[in-house]
Every structure is written in C-alpha cells, then in structure tokens.
C-alpha cells in the first residue's frame, strides 16, 4: 500500500450527476466493416444486433460510446431531434425538460461532443440550442429562486441546481442584510 501514487481526474470524475447522465443510452448505427464481431455480446450484452444497410443498429451507453474506435453514427432521441431543437429556439421557457430528458444539458453535451466528428454542423446546431435554451429559462429560474417561489417540476437536475443555488445566495444575502440592520441600530442607540 505505501507504493500507491496519485492520480489526477478531471472535477466531474466524481461527479454522480455526470455519472448517471452518461449511463443513459443512445440509439447507433455501427458501420459493419471494422466492427469486431465480439464487441455486442460482450460489452452490451446483445447476442444478435439488429442489422441493416448502414450497419448494425444498437442502443449504447453514451459512456462507451466515448471509448468505440468503429465509425458509428448517433440517432438522435427525441429531446435532441431537429423538430425539438426548432421548438426550443423558438421558446423553451415552457418545455417540460424533466418529463424530455432528466439530464437534458449534460446529455446534449455528450451527444454533441460525440456527433462533432461525423457531423460536425449536427453537433454545433446542438450545441447552439443547449445554449439557447439555457439562455432562455435561465432568467426565469433566478427570479424563482429570488421571490423564494418552489421549484418548478420543468427543471432538469442542471437548472435544479440553480436553483437551489439561487436560492441559498438570496438567503444568504436576506441575512447579511438583516446583521447589517440590527448593526446600524445598534450604533445608533449607543450614539443617542
């Protein structure tokens, strides 16, 4: 044990939030060409994929989908497809992201970064639409958190955590602002 070395990780290496987002899985055409034949069964535990002309068509862990070496392409789910990056450009501020995607951004972004090989527009169109429609609730959220209104049931687990965050500053500041007053008082009672 004392030969154990340290090893750095990135900040969200540890991250549950992260963890579980990657752990959804994602709908692929595999290309049939390089793609070893063991790979289904052993890493995704499918005995027979289902295959057409594009290649082998399988559902994957988007945190394995970062380690594949074989040309696949990503078939977008329906929280990222085209008609719903139009909808969310247009006015996110009501989409329901928790009932869409649980971990909408994370998600998004792991597709995007995986899609920006293969298609490379796909992926920034994504990319865009994330921002956009963080953009466009993001006002909402704070001003939530700041009259201490209940979050809402349209949050996904990033603007949750934004909430609440907004939430514990506007509390903390309630309370500095509360110590600050009764301080003024206090000075003008022993000034008199």
């Known amino acids: ?34 793609l070893n034949p063991d790979f289904f069964p052993e890493m995704l535990g499918i005995v027979k994929p289902t295959q057409n002309s594009e290649g082998y068509n399988a559902d994957v862990p988007l945190w394995l989908l970062e ?53 490379p527009d796909g992926a920034m169109n994504l990319s865009r639409c994330m921002l956009n429609t963080l953009t466009q609730r993001l006002g909402g959220i704070v001003s939530n958190a700041a009259h201490q209104r209940t979050k809402g049931d349209k949050f996904d687990v990033l603007e949750t955590k934004v909430f609440e965050e907004g939430k514990r500053c506007k509390e903390d500041i309630d309370r500095w602002l509360k110590q600050d007053k009764q301080a003024a008082s206090r000075k003008r009672k022993r000034n008199s």
């Open 1 to 34: 044990m004392a030969n154990l070395e340290k090893q750095r990780v990135e900040s969200k290496y540890f991250d549950l939030d992260d963890i579980i987002a990657k752990s959804e899985a994602t709908s692929c055409t595999f290309e049939v060409g390089e």
């Open 67 to 119: 380690s594949v070496r074989t040309p696949f392409s990503i078939h977008l789910p329906q929280s990222y497809s085209l008609s719903m990056q139009g909808v969310l450009n247009a006015d996110a501020r009501n989409i329901n992201l928790s009932r869409q995607q649980q971990h909408f951004y994370a998600n998004g972004m792991h597709l995007s970064h995986l899609m920006k090989e293969q298609n």
